[in-house]
């Protein structure tokens, strides 16, 4: 038997930036993909490797890139070029995020990212839609 779970129900939330911070969920998020963590390496190899088979060490860490699509409400708290994901790709900044996955909020994972790309849709046939990319920066944290 599986132990697999639906991902309907996992919760994008973006902070106030408030000292004792608040986190409201993104409106209207049809899907969610990432963040992609990576490892970095580089190649060490030497005249001396073994069987002249390229070696490699682990560098630096990086969380890298989540995005999202979402039903875009162009005035919406969570979307508006005046209060929400527009403004602050516009206005480069820093939020904190946390992303809670559907297993009854057991698990989260809270990062810094900024909002580096919106790119709305307006399809004659369909919903008004953005995808959306968020960079996170530094170390994301990984509770659950």
């Known amino acids: 038997m599986t132990n697999a779970l639906a991902a309907f129900g996992t919760l994008l939330k973006i902070g106030d930036g408030g000292g004792t911070e608040v986190f409201t969920s993104i409106a209207e998020v049809t899907d969610i993909s990432g963040p992609k963590f990576k490892l970095d390496t580089t190649e060490v190899t030497s005249h001396t490797s073994a069987g002249a088979w390229r070696e490699k060490i682990p560098t630096l860490l990086d969380a890298g890139e989540m995005s ?71 170390a994301p944290t990984l509770a659950g």
């Open 68 to 138: 999202l699509k979402i039903n875009f409400i162009p005035t919406g708290a969570t979307h508006s070029q005046t209060s929400g994901l527009l403004k602050d790709m516009r206005s480069r900044t820093k939020r904190n995020f946390q992303l809670l996955f559907s297993d009854s909020g057991v698990t989260t994972w809270s990062f810094a990212a900024y909002v580096t790309s919106f790119e709305p849709s307006e399809p004659i046939d369909g919903a008004l839609a953005a995808d959306v990319t968020l960079t996170i920066t530094g």
